[in-house]
């Protein structure tokens, strides 16, 4: 028997990708030292009577909009953080579009410096545009984990990068193996319709779905995945919302393309149908979409064709939510706190199973952003990021109870069952029977220093912006040609036609 360690919780069934099985879990510092028979455990300093919970590594959330610097009155990382706490989330990685955006040192330094507030782990997506090609190196030294490429004018207002860039960026990127997300709908297609619509006098919340159609997602999709496969790059298609763009990724991942994909629950679960009474809070980016998306969602997570469930948490306050005109609302609402039980609660309506959860919130985000093996898992030597749900705890979803500043949710008065009732983040209780910890706020810590992902494979070097710079050792020296060449190159070729032409017609040549 080894020495007494902090924490030891029995009682639990424990659930990964692969099973489902009841084993104590011991914790020490902030790992997980011991997964196994209870009789088996170290003696330790608390113990915590799991009977009846399941025990799930905590989720890691791929999308989250934590607003500060720039907008902390949506929200702020202590908030933010908070409400990922209280919702089983032990990790997320936040987007560049604050204010200042994430795409300079300074910006960094400020998101940094906010991050410190933080409940749970995090990583930072930098911001990949026309502006900061020259800086990607410079920002993931100082400490983004990731990039994000607003292909699709979304919040924020980020300018879409060109073509141009986006293939220069991830030029640079491929080598670095670094994963680059990607709001992937078709700006100008938008832009166009929504000025059209405007002018016809559209002020209804369908609308916004008019001015994004599938289509934009299809085109957007389609374009970053050929650049991604040129070079090599690794991509990750954020809030996939349509069915139509499936077929896209399907083939992509057929032909071993690096890109992982995303949805959120209101893709899953929401749809037109839901607009009539909740009107500009549903205006979202990508849009909610037909009833007829929903199904083959939950398809492609099954198929492995979407990996993950990430939330896109994107708070604003309830003022900016509930405006007339549906131009003037802002677009996202939050998620991260309510993500787990409405998921939790489809698994308890036999949707999916809780390994399919473990894999779609927790491992596959892990391997997407290079944290897996130290997290994601439930096994000695993991960080010790671990949330036990109450699978038969019935609630309603309270708008009111959010710890998000932004206290206006879709789901308010959705019936759930299945909660989280503890999270911790590296060994530490950061929510415990529903309760925030408060003096875990600035627990959490920046994922940069464990990231390791997985070998870079670069393809097409030799066609890059950078490459293209040196002229080839075998390139004329200037443009003019050799003197006497308009004549004399061809000499050498007895006949130039075509060479299925018949055989005597060669011989015969041009002579
Ligand atoms: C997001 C936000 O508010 O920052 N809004 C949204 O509608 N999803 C931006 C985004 O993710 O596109
Ligand atoms: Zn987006
Ligand atoms: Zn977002």
Redesign the pocket.
């Known amino acids: 028997m080894t020495g007494m360690v902090d924490l030891v919780i029995r009682g639990a069934k424990v659930v990964s990708a692969e099973a489902i099985y009841e084993a104590a879990v011991a914790v020490d510092g902030e790992c997980i030292v011991a997964v196994g028979d209870e009789a088996l455990m170290p003696p330790a300093r608390q113990v915590l009577d799991a009977d009846g919970l399941y025990l799930l590594p905590g989720a890691i959330d791929s ?1 989250v ?1 934590f607003r500060d610097p720039g907008y902390p009155h949506k929200e702020t990382w202590r908030t933010g953080s908070a409400a990922a706490a209280c919702g089983g989330v032990t990790t997320v990685f936040e ?1 560049p ?1 604050t204010n200042p955006p994430t795409g300079t040192l300074e910006a960094l330094r400020m998101k940094l410096e906010a991050a410190r507030h933080s409940y749970v782990d995090y990583g930072i997506h930098g911001l990949l545009g026309d502006d900061t090609i020259d800086r990607l190196e410079d920002l993931l030294e100082a400490g983004v984990t990731s990039f994000k490429a ?1 292909v ?1 004018n ?3 207002n980020l300018p879409a990068p060109s073509d141009g860039a986006l293939l220069e960026g991830f030029e640079k990127l491929a080598p670095l193996g670094i994963r680059t997300v990607v ?1 992937a709908e078709n700006s100008s297609i938008m832009a166009r319709r929504e000025a059209q619509l405007k002018a016809a006098g559209r002020r209804d919340p369908l609308a916004h779905l008019d001015a994004r159609p599938a289509v934009a997602e299809i085109e957007a999709i389609g374009r970053v995945v050929t650049l991604a496969e040129w070079t090599g790059a690794r991509i990750h298609i ?2 996939h919302s349509a069915a139509d763009s499936l077929f896209v990724l399907r083939d992509a991942k057929r032909r071993g393309v690096d890109v992982t994909v995303e949805t959120c629950p209101q893709y899953l679960l929401i749809n037109t149908d839901h607009m009539k009474k909740l009107g500009g809070l549903l ?4 849009p909610i979409r037909e009833p007829r998306h929903n199904e083959p969602l939950w398809q492609a997570l099954q198929e492995g064709v979407i990996d993950m469930i990430a939330t ?1 948490h ?3 306050t309830p003022e900016e939510k509930s405006r007339e005109d549906i131009w003037a609302c ?3 609402f939050p998620g991260v706190e309510t993500q787990m039980p409405l998921m939790l609660t489809e698994v308890n309506r036999g949707r999916a199973s809780l390994m399919d959860y473990v894999r779609w919130s927790a491992v596959a985000p892990a391997k997407a952003w290079g944290i897996w093996p130290l997290k994601g898992r439930i096994a000695p030597g993991a960080h010790a990021d671990i949330v036990l749900v109450d699978m038969n705890r019935r609630a309603t979803l309270q708008q009111g109870r959010l710890q998000s500043i932004s206290r206006i949710s879709p789901w308010h008065g959705r019936t759930v069952v299945g909660t989280p009732c503890h999270t911790l983040v590296r060994g530490r209780f950061v929510m415990r029977e529903g309760q925030l910890v408060t003096d875990a706020a600035g627990w959490g810590a920046s994922v940069k220093s464990i990231q390791k992902m997985p070998p870079p494979r670069p393809r097409n070097l030799d066609t890059t912006s950078s490459a293209i710079r040196r002229a080839p050792a075998d390139a004329p020296a200037s443009a003019r040609a050799a003197p006497g060449a308009q004549d004399s190159i061809w000499a050498d070729e007895s006949a130039y036609l075509h060479p299925l032409a018949p055989s005597g017609a060669r011989t015969g040549g041009a002579s």
Not at 283 to 286: H, I, L, Q
């Open positions: 999308h909009h987007m579009n607003f699709g979304t919040f924020g709001h954020a809030h205006r979202v980016n990508p896109d994107a708070p604003h802002d677009c996202g």
